[in-house]
């Protein structure tokens, strides 16, 4: 174990620690890795070696160094950030007036950590890191940390540590979310990398990966309703979130809410053509109000509550022997909804207001299937 000094931070009851380690002790227990693309096989660093004046940087070595793999959540090294930066640390051990790294890098270990107080009830105490080669890896800051690696052979005997914010075994989709939260708007994080970070390359959930994989067909199929309107990891034009509709079906899959707890790839390309075909006739029985302006049945709080029913919608067709992919039986499962709800509930304006609730809507959804001609008693 490394034992370093530590402040403990809690925010929203997520606790984490802000320290400062050594620059060898980073360089260790740092693991440097990139998404890798399947079998595109893309490098792990992108930009020409030539041009320019001479690099200070061993690229041959530093490219060993950096790992790719479809677990990874990091973009390509730039090889001309790498290059300026080391320059600037340079810059920075030559005139010693300014730091290299003034600012926190942001890492989460693979392993439990432990802080003991200096007295009880202190945030201020020591944190104790496992010491073992790739136990940390990078949220933000990789690039920094990659050309700290590149330079550290000219550091000597200086003393040199690095701000770190560390968080103890973060779960893989919470990793992503806040990689995301930093990149995606001031370092311009590409789409296509964005989209590579969702569903099962990440989540090792295995229901938040079949709702991720869903949230995805139903995003980027073209015969789907919702066709480029959710905004993947964040990002893009539509106007539906992500997060909701993803957590809505984990729930769903985590209860086994579809009949058992089969995990075949026939059970999920079933969940995905599903509700790719149960969202294309809630489009059907509410054509007005799917089409229109003025409405809210595109909102989170209506998808989730469709979402929140469909195990009902699901149980009415294997009740009836029908395939749960059908178009024309969930069409007739869920045509009551026409006449019992109608566009109108939908009304941004009217009956929608500020007032609906998910379960509220859920309630009217399952109410209208259960008695489909009005009569509750």
């Given at each position: 174990m490394i034992n370093v000094s530590a402040i403990q931070m809690q925010q929203f009851g997520v606790r984490f620690y802000q320290a400062s380690l050594s620059a060898k002790d980073i360089d260790k227990l740092v693991r440097f890795e990139v998404l890798s693309y399947g079998e595109q096989h893309h490098p792990p660093v992108r930009g020409r070696k030539g041009g320019g004046s001479v690099s200070k940087v061993n690229w041959n070595l530093l490219e060993r160094r950096i790992g790719a793999n479809e677990k990874a959540y990091q973009r390509q090294i730039i090889r001309r950030k790498i290059d300026e930066l080391v320059g600037y640390y340079e810059q920075c051990r030559?005139?010693?007036?300014l730091p290299s790294i003034p600012g926190a890098v942001i890492i989460s270990c693979d392993e439990k950590l432990s802080f003991s107080p200096v007295e009880d009830g202190s945030s201020l105490g020591t944190l104790r890191v496992p010491e073992r080669e790739g136990v940390l890896r990078a949220i933000d800051g990789q690039h920094r940390l990659l050309a700290m690696h590149a330079d550290i052979e000219r550091f000597g005997q200086e003393d040199f540590t690095v701000p770190a914010v560390i968080f103890d075994q973060l779960p893989e989709d919470h990793i992503v979310q806040m990689f995301v939260t930093i990149n995606a708007k001031h370092t311009r994080l590409n789409s296509s990398h964005l989209v590579s970070l969702s569903g099962r390359q990440l989540y090792r959930d295995q229901s938040l990966a079949s709702a991720h994989d869903i949230v995805r067909v139903l995003n980027d199929r073209d015969d789907s309703?919702?066709?480029?309107?959710?905004?993947?990891?964040g990002v893009g034009k539509g106007g539906v979130a992500q997060a909701p509709l993803a957590q809505e079906l984990k729930k769903l899959f985590q209860a086994d809410a579809f009949?058992?707890?089969?995990k075949t790839q026939d059970f999920h390309d079933e969940a995905k053509q599903f509700f790719v075909n149960y969202f294309k006739q809630i489009a059907v029985?509410?054509?007005a109000?799917?089409?229109?302006?003025?409405?809210s049945i595109k909102s989170s709080t209506a998808l989730r509550a469709f979402i929140r029913v469909a195990p009902d919608v699901v149980r009415r067709l294997d009740e009836e022997h029908t395939d749960?992919?059908?178009f024309r039986a969930i069409g007739r499962v869920i045509a009551p909804w026409g006449h019992r709800i109608g566009d109108l509930r939908f009304e941004t304006l009217g009956a929608f207001g500020k007032d609906t609730t998910v379960d509220a809507l859920a309630k009217e959804l399952r109410l209208a299937l259960h008695y489909p001609e009005g009569a509750m008693g």
């Open positions: 030559q005139a010693r007036d309703p919702l066709h480029m309107d959710i905004k993947l990891l009949g058992g707890a089969r029985v509410f054509g109000a799917w089409n229109g302006r003025k409405y749960r992919t059908d």
